[in-house]
């Protein structure tokens, strides 16, 4: 089994460094053509590192439904990942973030107005590389930007609601975090030949994991994500309603919920431990990691849907990543 474990992790080492290259060559071909500085900063955005979760999950997503040319995909796995990058590169503006992946955001390095339009510049880039396939995986691609746009304008008409509810929660989820996973899986099946309804169930696969991977981000906030270098709490400081906060909030009763509402509208680092005794108190975290855990389920019997193959173990191999995230 270990040795299993260990080819598997080669294999996915492989592919991203295939991947890698690929966005390595692109950037180099814009800078010839003529991008320019903005095609240099938004290299350095793109080339800072991160797991790469998402084109492996398109790269292997096509290979369960029957691809056997990584080429033929590759370009819809630059496509998310330069229009996730794009979405990356606003939130810092939003979030006023100063580094990301320990490297300087572009509006702290070069200001507010060339940051917006380096995030314009990767959204134009990766929906024009997107863009070559065929008409049903354009309009994929084009819901998924919408709905990430529609999404970070709830989250934002969410920041310190007190009265956010679950079920906003998620739709934000569904739509900023989770709805690229599913549009990537799903467009990746249709890449390569499936019936719609077919790689529809590739996803649903991306979207509960999207979801669980979003909740793992979340309880990430509250420990501290020494990865990606973020410090605890950043979300709370932030005023974002996530999910422990908001079930919490739910649970919580009286002076409880009085005290668990003052930090959460005035928080800072003095405040993480009492907010986590809080949090421990409602049972939140116990919860959130439950959810983690059914949402993984659901994915895995979207996936079980598919025969067994080598593309299959490498994406519950991602699945399990996303688990060990949070221990």
């Known amino acids: 089994m270990a040795s299993e474990s260990l080819q598997a992790n080669d294999r996915l080492e492989s592919m991203r460094l295939l991947f890698n290259t690929e966005l390595q060559l692109f950037i180099e071909n814009e800078i010839e053509n003529g991008a320019g500085d903005v095609a240099k900063l938004c290299g350095e955005v793109l080339l800072a590192g991160g797991k790469r979760i998402r084109p492996l999950l398109i790269l ?13 995909v590759m370009s819809l796995a630059l496509s998310f990942e330069l229009i996730h990058t794009a979405t990356l590169v606003h939130d810092d503006i939003n979030d006023q973030a100063s580094h990301r992946r320990g490297v300087e955001t572009i509006h702290s390095k070069e200001g507010l107005a060339k940051g917006i339009i380096a995030g314009d510049w990767l959204f134009a880039r990766g929906f024009g590389i997107g863009g070559k ?9 084009s819901k998924c930007c919408a709905d990430i746009a529609i999404s970070e304008f709830d989250q934002l008409d969410h920041i310190l609601d007190l009265k956010t509810s679950p079920e906003d929660y998620l739709d934000i989820v569904r739509g900023k975090t989770a709805g690229p996973f599913a549009a990537g899986c799903e467009a990746a099946g249709l890449v390569a030949g499936l019936r719609d309804d077919e790689a529809k169930k590739l996803g649903q696969f991306g979207m509960e994991l999207g979801i669980a991977f979003q909740l793992v981000d979340d309880l990430l906030d509250l420990r501290g ?3 990606m270098g973020k410090p605890r709490g950043a979300d709370v400081l932030e005023g974002k309603m996530t999910l422990p906060l908001i079930h919490a909030l739910t649970l919580s009763h009286g002076s409880a919920r009085k005290r668990l509402s ?15 005794q809080l949090l421990n108190r409602s049972e939140s975290i116990h919860y959130t990691e439950i959810l983690v855990s059914t949402h993984i389920e659901r994915a895995i019997s979207f996936l079980n849907e598919f025969p067994d193959s080598d593309a299959k173990q490498l994406m519950l191999q991602i699945t399990d990543y996303v688990i060990q995230r949070n221990r």
Not at 133 to 141: Q, R
């Open 225 to 227: 994500d020494e990865e």
């Open 133 to 141: 396939h065929e008409e049903n995986v354009v309009n994929l691609i």
């Open 60 to 72: 292997l997503a096509h290979e369960i439904a029957g691809g056997v040319d990584p080429d033929e």
């Open 262 to 276: 003052q930090i959460i509208e005035n928080f800072s680092d003095d405040y993480f431990n009492e907010l986590m």
